[in-house]
Structure formats: structure tokens, C-alpha cells
């Protein structure tokens, strides 16, 4: 990692300020957005204090067990999704979400969890280094599965909005600067040589030598100084010196299967990339990618993340006759918020020849 920490952090402080500051405004909306009747009646004040009675009730009775309920049937395995939607957007739900909130616990804060949970923990042993790829690769499934319902359905309903071709870029373009920063450091020189200085306290010239042309062999590294093929003297010696010395905290990058593959397909300009200070771009891309997900989740379709899951939590323990009027009114303007215009409900919904007659691609179920 570059040693420009000062604009890292000021680039995750600023994303964090954002996507906290968003939330909080996405999530006041829902007491201060007045839909029909019931909102029009209800105070501000009313709806939070009703809101909150509303919830310490359900949490200190039987209804917390329906809770509980919804949240694993309905929100851990999204059961609600396979039903209405079908296998393949289910699938591709579960494939997105639980790979990338992998790569979120396993990767980018392995610092904060993973190194917590593991005291032998290197992002460059296994399983760790192939999880990292393994997960990428159920995100990208996933994102094929997107990208292909939308291509190959003949469905007329199926729509394609701003926010849904956003939300697949911006996931899409956080995992491949990843995968390509992972297979141009397995190809930069001065990362291996920095790896040297840092944790293998290696100083003999012939062992660093030999050690250099085993991993030019064998870890897709690019080095200046070593011609190939590689003498196989050299690379027995070479492979001794990774036995002593560096098998302890790295693997075969093979094991990264798709930053392996990277490193293979940018092979004839590495050099150029790394003389270039190609790593250390590469990062920054990355990041800012990561961090413009984060700052953008409350003003983007993914913000359907946080609304979805409440929704459906309060779907499942609300009694409509019981409700308060002020406990309606945001209810309502939630699950308005939690709706992604995804046309789903209009595929099925008996009232759906209304969007026809009215011109309204995304006719919500309530309509009717």
C-alpha cells in the first residue's frame, strides 16, 4: 500500500461522512414524507414517538420471534426474492450481495476483523488469498446473471434504469481494478524487492538472485534481471530460498486465480507499468471506486440495501387493524423508498393492463 496515507484518509473520512450523512436523510424522509391521508394528519414528532413505542413493543414480546423469523427466511435467504422474482434474479441477488460483503469483512477490513479473528493471518497465505479471488468470481457470476436477464429476456415489463446500470457498474468496476491491481503487483518488480527489504531480511546476492528467477518462474513476477527460460540449477536453488524464507507468509499467487490471470495478460507492458508507478495508481483507482460506492450507497438504488430489509421487518410484525395512523404514514413512505422500480409486481399483479393504459412502466401493486 502506498504511503500516502493523508489523502486515504481523507478520502475514507469524506465517503463515511457522506454515506452517514445520506442514510440519516433517507431515513428521516420516512417520518417527514407525507403520502394520502394518514401522513397529512401526523406531526414529525408523532411518527418518531410512535415509531419508537411501536418498536420496543414488538422487541420485549412473542412478535420479536416473527422478527427473527423474517429475518432469516426473508432477508438472509431472501426467500421473498425467489418466489416473486424467480431462480435466476434470486441467484444473482445472493451471488452479488454475500461475495461482496465477503470481500468487504475478508479484504478490506481485514485490518479491523480478519487480522482480529486470525493471529496468523496473511492476505497472501490460503485460504485467505484464494477466498479473496473466490469471492470476486461468485460477484462477477452474478453480475453475468444481471447483465444477462436484461439481454436475453424477451419479458416486456423488464426494465433498465439509470440506477440498475449504475449499481452494476460501479460493483462491477470495484472488483476488476481489484483483480488487476492483485496481478500487477504479482508482476512489479519493486513490490518484490520491497517484500525483500520488509520481511525477508535477505541480503546475500546469489540467493536474492536465485529467489528472483524462481518467482519469475513461478509467481508471475516480471524482473529486468532475469531472462527466461530460467537455468534449472538456478531454479532449485531459487525454490530452496522460498522454502527458507518466504513459504511461511506467501503462497503460489496461482492461488489467485484471477490476479494470476491478470498478471499473464499485462506480462509485456509490466515493466512499463511498474517503472511507471503502476501499483500505486492502480490503488488509488481502486479506493476512489470503493469510496465513491460508499459516499453514492444512500442516493442510489443501493440504498434498497437498508430500506428492503426494514420494510420486510415490518411487514412481517405489523397488525394493519392495530396500527396507528401515524405508524401508517411511515410505513407508507417506506415502502415507497424500498420499491427499486424493478416491474416485478406488474408482471403478475392482476391490475398490471393499468401500466398499459397509463403509460406507467413501474405501476406499483398498490394501485390497484
Same mark, same amino acid.
Given at each position: ?40 394528519? %401526523? ?41 416473486? /422474482?424467480?431462480? /435466476? ?21 481485514? /485490518? ?69 491491481? =492483485? ?21 546475500? =546476492? ?8 524462481? $518467482?519469475? =518462474? ?17 531454479? %532449485? ?20 486465480? $484471477? ?23 492502480? $490503488? ?10 460508499? /459516499? ?29 395512523? =401515524?405508524?401508517? %404514514? ?39
Amino acid at each position: 500500500m502506498p504511503n500516502h496515507m493523508f489523502a486515504f484518509n481523507a478520502l475514507l473520512y469524506s465517503s463515511f461522512l457522506i454515506c452517514i450523512t445520506g442514510l440519516v436523510y433517507r431515513i428521516a424522509t420516512w417520518f417527514v414524507l407525507s403520502i394520502g391521508i394518514q401522513g397529512k394528519k %401526523a406531526s414529525i414528532h408523532r411518527r418518531i414517538t410512535a415509531a419508537s413505542i411501536a418498536f420496543f413493543r414488538v422487541l420485549f414480546s412473542l412478535n420479536v420471534l416473527k422478527l427473527l423469523q423474517a429475518f432469516v427466511i426473508d432477508i438472509v435467504f431472501q426467500r421473498r426474492l425467489f418466489v416473486k /422474482a424467480g431462480f /435466476a434474479r434470486w441467484l444473482a441477488h445472493l451471488l452479488i450481495f454475500y461475495g461482496f460483503l465477503s470481500l468487504l469483512f475478508l479484504h478490506a477490513l481485514d /485490518a479491523v476483523i480478519t487480522q482480529r479473528l486470525f493471529s496468523d493471518y496473511y492476505s497472501t497465505l490460503n485460504p485467505f488469498l484464494f477466498l479473496r479471488d473466490f469471492f470476486g468470481a461468485l460477484v462477477l457470476s452474478g453480475l453475468a446473471i444481471a447483465v444477462g436477464r436484461r439481454v436475453v429476456s424477451t419479458h416486456r415489463r423488464i426494465r433498465t434504469t439509470r440506477m440498475d446500470a449504475y449499481a452494476i457498474v460501479i460493483v462491477a468496476f470495484i472488483v476488476f481494478s481489484g483483480i488487476f491491481l =492483485e496481478g500487477l503487483a504479482m508482476t512489479s518488480h519493486s513490490e518484490f524487492e520491497r517484500m525483500l527489504s520488509d520481511y525477508a531480511g535477505l541480503y546475500d =546476492e546469489e540467493e536474492i538472485k536465485a529467489l528472483e528467477a524462481f $518467482w519469475v =518462474e513461478n509467481f508471475a513476477l516480471v524482473s529486468p534481471a532475469v531472462q527466461t527460460p530460467v537455468n534449472a540449477e538456478l531454479l %532449485a536453488q531459487g525454490a530452496e530460498v522460498n522454502e527458507t524464507y518466504c513459504i511461511s507468509c506467501h503462497v503460489s499467487n496461482k492461488w489467485g486465480f $484471477w490476479g494470476y490471470s491478470a498478471a499473464k495478460g499485462i506480462r509485456p507492458f509490466a515493466l512499463w507499468l511498474d517503472q511507471a508507478g503502476g501499483v500505486a495508481v492502480c $490503488w488509488y483507482i481502486h479506493i476512489v471506486g470503493c469510496f465513491l460506492g460508499l /459516499a453514492l450507497l444512500p442516493f442510489s438504488k443501493m440504498f434498497h440495501m437498508v430500506s428492503v430489509p426494514v420494510s420486510m421487518s415490518v411487514s412481517a410484525v405489523r397488525n394493519p387493524d392495530r396500527s396507528s395512523p =401515524e405508524n401508517l %404514514a411511515t410505513i407508507e413512505a417506506m415502502e415507497l423508498d424500498a420499491c427499486t422500480h424493478c416491474g416485478v409486481c406488474s408482471q403478475t399483479c392482476s391490475a398490471a393492463m393499468m401500466s398499459e393504459v397509463m403509460g406507467n412502466e413501474y405501476i406499483r401493486r398498490r394501485r390497484k
